[in-house]
Structure formats: structure tokens, C-alpha cells
């Protein structure tokens, strides 16, 4: 067996490893048209080199990510550039943000376009949603914090109240009467801002037993006659978790939605298998995945980022404490809760990890 020479060796190389590269590579010749792309292009892409070759750049995407004019700068002056946040859009609804390089190079003597597209969205998104769980952490130490030194002297308020109760005459006890009931209001109050205080009864049951007992509860008190769609996959096998804790945090998500759909209301309960999902920074292989879809207003733009913070509320009469809570419940189950909301379709998505990694 004769051995390659330096030459081929070069070759091999240049052919081979654009082809293992995780980074979108795409050539165009001076005309914008596509002349190569590697394995990770077409899977961005989501098209084989077959259907792209000879396709004008501009016709792959819906919007317009990169400008012409500086691409034919790229063919003329051979200077790179690079641009982070770009978006590309391939179909309706389906979009990317990358951080692009455009570079030139020369093939059979002519001057082409080298596009690196990397994606970025999925980094982002988990480091938003690091974010969004270290500030929520930070508000419940602060509100829990602050809730032990208002409960203290709320304490010692009431007592005081029930003994001037005693020395006074009936006329004047509708006072302290009233002292001892906003005591206790406030009392009550500050414990559900703190949340629940009890440890998790774990069992290994059927998520959908759940599902079922949410189902039944909303269907007797559903006086708007609201579409309720159970969408199931009976594979999910058994997993551990509280089935109290985990009926509260579906019921609160649940009793939500259905405050704000009018009578043409619809809500979805989905439950699917999950993988490879990222849970407070640590990637889950696999894991159950519950949806409450409605085809309600949304959540208002400017609180989606702290939805779940206690008292934030998108109702003029809610209290914010029916997210915070389900989330704390779900946190005890290593679990995670999300929401992702516009006009007309707003998804709540738990999941919850067979095991504990």
C-alpha cells in the first residue's frame, strides 16, 4: 500500500474537515449562488446540497439577513466581516439567530463568498433562562425575608388586640374585632407569599392520573362551556413526584388561562417524552413534558420576564401569587416551568425528569 504524499494529504483535509465542522458553511460564486454547503448548513438550512447548488442565496431565506451590497463589497475588496444576532428566516414561523462570518475566498481562480452561520439562539436561551431563575430566587430570599419581619410584629399586634378585646365594652370590641381580622388577613397573605412550606410527598404514579383529576375539576365548573382537549401520549412511563403539588401547580396554570377565554376559549393538556432538555443549567436526557395551550389574548409583552416573580399579574384583579407558586412546586420537583405567550396562543410547558441527574 502506497502512502498519500503531503499533497493529497492537504487534499483529504480540505475536503474532509468542512464536512465535521458544527458550524454552517456556506460558498457562493460571484453570482450569490450557492456552490457548496457542508452536512451542518443542510441541516440549518434544512435542504440538501442537491436542492440548494446553483440557488440564489436570497431565495433560501424568507427575510433578508445579509446585505447584498456588503457581500459583493466581501467579492471586490476580499475584506471579511462579521455580525453577531443575525436572524435568519427559512419558512413562516421558523427562525434562527446566528452569529455570521463572511469571508472572501478563490476557487478555480474565481473570487467566492465563505458564509459561517453559528448558531446562537439555543446559548441565549439558556442564558435567559439562568437569568429569569436567579432573579426569581433573589426575589422569593427577599420576600421571604421580608414576610418573617412583617409576620413578627403582626403577631404581636393581634395578641395585643385580643386582650384590649377583653377589658372593653361590647360597643367598642367592633375595633379590635377588626384589628384581629386584618391581622390575620395580612397573616394570611405573607404565608402564601412564602408558598408551601412542606416537603414533597414523592410516589411513582401516572403523570396522566393528574392530568385527569385537573380534567374533572375545570369540566364541573366550566360555566363558559370552554373547549377542553386532552392530548395525550400513553407511553410516558411512571415517574416520581408529588401528586398534590403537581395537581396545585397544573390547576393554578390551568385556572389562569381559563379567566381570561371568552366562551370560543380553547385549552390543551398535552403530555409528551422529552430529550436532551436543559433544567437550571444542567442537561436532562430525558424527561416528561407537560403543555397547557390556550388560544387566549397572551401575556402582556412587558411581564413575561418576570411572570413568575409573587404579585406580578396580568389581570387587574389577580394577586400574582398563582405562577410564583406552581413554580416553587415544580423547582421541588428539580423540575422546570416556562412560558412562551402571543396574541392568540399562550404555552405553559413542565418538565419534570424521570430521575434525578
Not at 265 to 273: D, E, H, N
Not at 329 to 355: A, D, R, Y
Amino acid at each position: 500500500m502506497i502512502a498519500p504524499n503531503k499533497t493529497q494529504q492537504k487534499l483529504h483535509y480540505q475536503h474532509s474537515l468542512p464536512n465535521q465542522m458544527v458550524t454552517a458553511v456556506v460558498v457562493v460564486d460571484e453570482a450569490l449562488a450557492v456552490q457548496y454547503v457542508n452536512p451542518a448548513a443542510e441541516a440549518l438550512l434544512v435542504k440538501s446540497f442537491s436542492k440548494l447548488q446553483n440557488t440564489q442565496l436570497f431565495d433560501i431565506f424568507v427575510n433578508q439577513p445579509i446585505s447584498k451590497h456588503r457581500l459583493e463589497q466581501v467579492l471586490r475588496s476580499g475584506q471579511e466581516f462579521s455580525d453577531s444576532d443575525v436572524v435568519i428566516e427559512l419558512t413562516e414561523g421558523t427562525k434562527v439567530t446566528t452569529e455570521l462570518t463572511a469571508s472572501s475566498v478563490v476557487f478555480d481562480r474565481a473570487p467566492h463568498v465563505l458564509l459561517e452561520f453559528k448558531r446562537i439562539d439555543q446559548q441565549k436561551q439558556i442564558s435567559a433562562e439562568a437569568f429569569q431563575q436567579q432573579q426569581w430566587e433573589s426575589a422569593r430570599d427577599l420576600i421571604k425575608g421580608l414576610a418573617h419581619e412583617i409576620k413578627n410584629p403582626l403577631g404581636g399586634l393581634r395578641g395585643a388586640a385580643q386582650l384590649l378585646h377583653r377589658e372593653i365594652t361590647d360597643e367598642q370590641k367592633e375595633y379590635t374585632q377588626m384589628i384581629i381580622e386584618q391581622a390575620d388577613r395580612l397573616t394570611n397573605l405573607v404565608d402564601r407569599l412564602l408558598g408551601p412550606n412542606q416537603l414533597p410527598n414523592m410516589q411513582m404514579l401516572n403523570i396522566h392520573t393528574v392530568l385527569e383529576s385537573v380534567f374533572k375539576l375545570v369540566s364541573l365548573s366550566n360555566e363558559k362551556q370552554i373547549s377542553i382537549e386532552r392530548d395525550y401520549d400513553p407511553s410516558i412511563p411512571e415517574l416520581i413526584f408529588d401528586p398534590d403539588k403537581l395537581q396545585q401547580a397544573v390547576l393554578n396554570i390551568v385556572n389562569n388561562a381559563i379567566q381570561v377565554l371568552d366562551e370560543n376559549g380553547k385549552l390543551v393538556l398535552r403530555t409528551r417524552a422529552a430529550s436532551n432538555k436543559t433544567i437550571n443549567g444542567k442537561r436532562i436526557k430525558l424527561c416528561a413534558q407537560i403543555s397547557i395551550i390556550d388560544n387566549g389574548p397572551g401575556i402582556p409583552s412587558h411581564i413575561q420576564d418576570t411572570l413568575f416573580y409573587p404579585m406580578v399579574s396580568g389581570r387587574a384583579n389577580g394577586t400574582g401569587l398563582g405562577l410564583s407558586i406552581s413554580q416553587t412546586l415544580i423547582n421541588q420537583h428539580q423540575g422546570k416551568l416556562s412560558c412562551h405567550s402571543q396574541p392568540g396562543m399562550t404555552e405553559f410547558v413542565i418538565l419534570i425528569p424521570f430521575k434525578s441527574e
